[in-house]
């Protein structure tokens, strides 16, 4: 049976949930977006420039296994504190009912208060700027107010003193706004401050103001209201307070003054519908802008998440890829796959030459020992825990660790930068480890555990070769001689030659090792050697905590984790502060929106006036975003229609042609509404779902829908003036007195009988009427402009044009075709109210008002447009980074695919922040392992021609077919279950059936790796044939169980072990040049299957004695292997 659990089980990892629909996501960032899973391509050929042939079926099968292990790692369960709950619905608003209606005022709060915080910082950036146009709008009123006060002629003093006082609290708000240490508490009191100033403005606009009437003030409070809406930086309950606070204080000062009119009821009511027509287009301009900006800050913030989520894993890849390469060997083969392969006769070769290094092996004497009174997982956990202290040790003494081989450790200085110190280095690197290694003696009570190093100066060839695992290494004949330096050496001492000694000069005292009376090789090439003598002064000095033995494992309490004090000794277990990932986004955002300029994001991205970008493939990215809000927009016109229905219907005198038209019209928008909401009703053909979808995700449909509305809640509120008798009060009093215009004065009007409010009177005839209210058509245009500003997404041009065309249009009927409706008001309010002469005709302050809300409407789009524009490129700008990020983890997967089997890489990198103590490994049975070793490779290595390279080179053509023979029989599904481990010099070494999966009951795993050997011999003879040489392989195989497991944390090096293992490696090392030599259990196993077989006999063993072994001869032809 197999085990293949993962030890430990939980990981302290978070990554993040699935955020939206693909669809959606395309359709959010004009079809922009990257999926971070996608597919990676084989990288055999990429790699080395090579043309390989890789067959295409084994392509897609690790492809799957590749994407397999992205999705792991994307929707991991613990990976769900990196990803953000919105907690908000930001849904339309285009249907009708109650549940819709109410979602205007909840709350629209982020449960989470950090990520609340965040955004009330990120709408505090935003939203400055309004505040300080909103002043100087209210500045603006507040200096008309005051020119009108004089003009007027009013003699009280305490309107313009309390006018005055409203400028300057304003200014010094206007100060503050844009000073730098302007803050969120203090713009929350500007806000409250302003309201009450805008309250108070309201009241003396209304109480102390000539002529007086119902009508006074209103245009100024609605303008009010719809500022407080669209630029005060408040929440939608706030907005709506204040809002209704506003229109409230107008009605009740209104009736406070006006009571007395017995037509005051007639503009109340008006005045009532007027305020709710602009408190209903402030909330639906409140609500879709507030809901973009929290949708622009959550997408912005997913885009960051998963950037710093892909920018984690690439740390995590980046991590695996430089545990087995050095970093300028990893960027090389980086760049090689970013780039194009090239054309080349031969693999692309990682070697480097380094001269004036040293190399130092170091070898745990009594592992055997140890291992008898551990456990498979205590001896893992204890090999893990102890190469993570040599790991830090290496760093810590300037060493590149290069390799561990079972429990040989080896480490170069010198490389990839050239240090003087090299030989001194290694020594102190020797010493440490030794020191190390007696704590765990201490702990352990294995008297006979200790470590044997060798040291040798000299040159080396460092690199990678072959396609598939890579792992780093080292060639050289000083190589080989510091290895048995290592072998020959004494444990507890340090063992180096006469060339170590040379670079050390005074600093240590030697004494001679006399290591060839424990080495053939060092005897064969009369090496001369010394041993670094004990207890003298270092070179550096180190703090150790002094060795305590602690109780033996079989006097441990339950539960104690038995390597805890070596752990402590050694300075591995030691907890590290590790920020949430939460925190770790909100904190990345945080200085994003502090780092933001708005100025420099307009001045750098867009035009001036126009709004548009500079760069034309952002502004076609930006075309085609969808206005999700539009049915809301549509809805608005619906309710406003009525509206100033009603305002006309009470304060102006109905008309058949009035009572046709905003039918008309009011069923036309509707039509619209609901032709946009077929894409959401489930009930409806698909055909016709999918033409509504295309018409609300067409740019140029959606805003010519946007401006037919407008201009039908245009025409709607003016139309009533072509149904006004518009006759001249002083010239139908003239003709009926036979007196000029000019004698025709207040005296007269009063003696004709005609009174303000009275509509059908003698100059108007039975038949049609007048008004004497004018200035509520002024009201309901001005209503239809502000219908505007809820298009929020609809062209800045476009509006303004429309703006322009509105403001003509009514000047010009109320300048010059319809102007007597006004100069009549006027003359009729002023001789009602007893005053001789008109002060300040309606005319003027109807044009005044025209203007201002034209200017305020296009200030208010153009800071819409920029900001929506801006928010664009903040969320295009976290997207292309994190694209980057994408291309760089895929770049990253392909290097680790090649690292580590992808099952053991998909547990690294779903797991990070992972302790020194944390291992992976598993118990497997009936594993088949291969060695293969070109035995006579070494008698061709040659350092007299380029110093060996091109013995490497030829190598690494040999390895890299090996590989390739891989690649093309692992197209095939049988062979799925080969996994290469490693290459060690010459010794290319294999195993299948290490996963459940791989693992068959029917030994199929064996036959597998049995092909593999007959692949990769066959490949060697083909070699030998095309470059005259006679390389021999021998081919050792043996089954049973193994442990495989990964050793160091902090650098993994993933490996097999147990006593299949060795003996694998034995039938490599006795076996017979060009044969395959295996164990009674595989001959057991592939006799049954058609293979040919001799017996060898009983040959020796080390460590094993006599074993029975068998040579294989090849197959049956009958067989199905054949």
């Not at 608005?636 to 229905?645: E, G, K, Q, R």
Request: include cysteine; aromatic fraction near 10%.
């Amino acid at each position: 049976m197999l085990d293949n659990s993962v030890h430990p089980a939980p990981s302290i990892t978070a990554s993040i949930q699935k955020t939206e629909k693909a669809a959606e996501l395309n359709r959010e960032n004009g079809n922009s977006s990257v999926e971070l899973t996608k597919p990676v391509q084989s990288s055999s050929s990429v790699i080395n420039g090579s043309q390989s042939k890789v067959n295409p079926t084994e392509t897609n099968s690790r492809l799957k296994i590749l994407n397999r292990t992205a999705e792991a790692i994307n929707d991991s369960p613990d990976c769900s504190c990196l990803r953000q709950e919105d907690d908000l619905d930001l849904q339309d608003l285009g249907c009708m009912n109650i549940k819709s209606l109410l979602k205007l005022f909840r709350s629209k709060k982020f449960k989470n208060w950090k990520l609340e915080r965040l955004f009330q910082l990120y709408f505090f950036k935003l939203n400055q700027n309004n505040l300080s146009i909103m002043m100087a709008l209210m500045l603006v009123i507040c200096t008309i107010q005051l020119i009108y006060h004089f003009v007027c002629g009013s003699s009280g003093a305490a309107k313009a003193v309390f006018i005055s006082v409203f400028i300057v609290i304003l200014i010094v708000h206007q100060i503050l706004c844009n000073h730098s240490a302007f803050s969120q508490r203090l713009m929350t009191i500007v806000c409250w401050s302003t309201c009450i100033v805008a309250c108070a403005m309201v009241l003396t606009m209304t109480l102390d103001v000539v002529p007086r009437s119902a009508s006074t003030g209103v245009s100024d409070t609605v303008f009010l209201i719809f500022i407080l809406y669209v630029l005060l930086p408040v929440r939608m309950r706030q907005a709506v307070l204040f809002g209704i606070i506003l229109a409230s204080t107008h009605m009740i000062s209104s009736v406070a003054v006006n009571y007395i009119d017995e037509f005051s009821w007639k503009q109340l009511l008006s005045n009532f519908f007027i305020f709710i027509c602009v408190n209903v287009i402030g909330i639906f301009t409140h609500y879709p802008t507030e809901m973009g900006e929290r949708r622009a800050f959550l997408e912005t913030r997913r885009y960051i998440v998963a950037r710093l989520i892909t920018q984690r894993e690439n740390q995590q890849q980046e991590r695996l890829l430089l545990s087995v390469l050095p970093r300028h060997v990893a960027m090389e083969m980086k760049a090689d796959i970013a780039g194009l392969p090239k054309d080349s006769m031969f693999h692309k070769i990682y070697i480097q030459r380094h001269e004036n290094v040293s190399i130092l092996f170091a070898d745990i004497c009594g592992f055997t020992a140890l291992s008898s009174q551990c456990t498979a997982q205590e001896l893992v956990r204890m090999l893990n825990e102890l190469f993570a202290r040599f790991d830090k040790l290496a760093a810590e003494n300037n060493c590149l660790r290069i390799k561990i081989l079972g429990d040989c450790y080896y480490c170069v200085c010198g490389l990839p930068e050239p240090r003087a110190d090299h030989a001194h280095c290694c020594v102190e690197m020797g010493l440490d480890m030794i020191e190390a290694i007696a704590l765990v003696r201490s702990v352990t009570g294995v008297d006979v555990l200790n470590m044997r190093v060798g040291i040798h100066s000299g040159r080396v060839h460092c690199g990678v070769l072959g396609l598939r695992k890579w792992r780093f290494d080292v060639w050289s004949d000083d190589v080989t001689l510091a290895n048995s330096m290592e072998a020959g050496g004494i444990p507890g001492r340090v063992h180096v030659t006469e060339e170590v000694v040379r670079w050390l000069g005074n600093d240590y005292q030697v004494e001679p090792g006399n290591g060839e009376e424990r080495n053939h090789y060092l005897r064969l090439r009369c090496i001369k050697t010394y041993l670094i003598k004990e207890d003298q002064t270092r070179v550096k000095e180190r703090k150790y905590t002094s060795p305590i033995r602690t109780p033996r494992r079989d006097g441990k309490k339950i539960g104690e984790d038995p390597t805890q004090a070596i752990r402590e000794k050694l300075g591995i277990g030691d907890k590290q502060e590790i920020k949430e990932p939460d925190d770790e986004v909100n904190e990345y955002l945080g200085q994003a929106i502090n780092g933001r300029s708005i100025e420099y994001l307009r001045s750098q991205h867009v035009r001036p006036i126009l709004l548009t970008f500079r760069n034309p493939e952002m502004e076609a990215k930006y075309a085609v975003v969808r206005d999700d809000m539009f049915k809301s927009h549509l809805v608005c016109a619906i309710i406003m229609l009525p509206l100033i229905c009603a305002v006309q219907l009470v304060i102006i005198p109905s008309s058949n042609v009035v009572l046709v038209v905003f039918p008309v019209f009011w069923l036309t928008i509707i039509i619209f509404c609901v032709f946009c909401s077929f894409e959401s009703n489930l009930c409806l053909p698909e055909n016709m779902k999918l033409l509504s979808y295309r018409m609300m995700s067409n740019r140029i449909f959606t805003q010519a829908i946007s401006m037919t509305t407008i201009v039908m809640v245009f025409v709607a509120s003016l139309f009533c003036m072509f149904a006004l008798n518009t006759t001249d009060l002083k010239n139908c009093l003239a003709r009926i007195y036979n007196i000029s215009e000019s004698e025709v004065t207040n005296a007269v009007l009063s003696n004709s009988g005609i009174k303000y409010g009275d509509e059908t009177n003698n100059c108007t005839g039975s038949t049609s009427a007048t008004s004497h209210f004018p200035e509520y058509v002024l009201f309901s245009v001005v209503s239809a402009m502000l219908s505007n500003a809820v298009f929020i997404k609809a062209s800045n041009l476009l509006k303004l044009t429309i703006l322009i065309a509105m403001s003509i249009v009514f000047l010009v009927l109320s300048m010059v075709t319809h102007v007597s409706l006004y100069d009549n008001r006027d003359f009729l309010l002023y001789t009602y109210l007893g005053y001789s002469e008109t002060t300040f005709s309606l005319k003027w302050i109807s044009m005044a008002t025209i203007l201002l809300f034209s200017a305020t409407l296009f200030i208010h789009a153009q800071q819409v447009e920029s900001t929506s524009r801006l928010d664009f490129i903040w969320k295009q700008q976290a997207h292309e980074e994190k694209e980057e990020m994408a291309s760089l983890r895929t770049y990253n997967m392909k290097l680790v695919a090649n690292i580590l089997p992808l099952h053991v890489a998909e547990h690294f990198l779903k797991s990070q922040n992972k302790k020194d103590e944390d291992l992976y490994y598993q118990d497997c049975d009936n594993v088949c392992v291969m060695f293969a070793t070109i035995a006579n490779f070494f008698e061709f290595y040659m350092e007299y021609y380029n110093e060996g390279v091109e013995c490497l080179r030829l190598l690494n053509e040999i390895i890299a077919d090996f590989d390739e023979v891989t690649d093309r029989i692992l197209g095939q599904e049988r062979f799925l279950c080969i996994e290469k481990i490693k290459t060690t010099g010459a010794t290319y070494m294999a195993a299948s059936g290490l996963t459940e999966k791989t693992n068959f009951a029917d030994n199929r795993h064996v036959i597998a790796a049995t092909e593999y050997a007959l692949a990769i011999r066959e490949q060697l003879q083909y070699v030998n044939s095309h470059c005259f040489n006679n390389f021999q392989m021998r081919i050792g195989i043996s089954v049973g169980p193994v442990v495989a497991g990964v050793i160091g944390a902090r650098k993994p090096q993933y490996d097999i072990w147990g006593n299949t293992v060795n003996v694998a490696s034995r039938m490599d090392s006795t076996g017979e040049l060009g044969a395959i030599q295996v164990t009674q259990e595989v001959h057991n196993v592939l006799s049954k299957n058609g293979y040919i077989f001799e017996c060898r006999g009983n040959i020796k063993v080390k460590g094993k004695g006599d074993m029975l072994t068998y040579l294989l001869k090849g197959r049956n032809v009958e067989s199905p292997e054949a």
